[in-house]
């Protein structure tokens, strides 16, 4: 089996990386929560509807 050498300035960032992705799986209070019936449905409904959406940013923008 080949040994790949990682650099200590990447592997470091690679470290850091996977702390933050875990810390925000663990931190979320809805982490293992199921959605109700009706946001599935929602949820479906947005994804398949025609209707212009507005990214979150453009709402920020709008009204703070």
Partial sequence: MATITIPKKINKKLELFIIRAAYQVLSDPDFRLELSNKAKRR????????????SFSEIKKKYC
Avoid at 43 to 54: C, E, H
């Fill in 43 to 54: 949820v479906r409904q947005a994804l398949t509807s025609k209707k212009k959406t507005i």
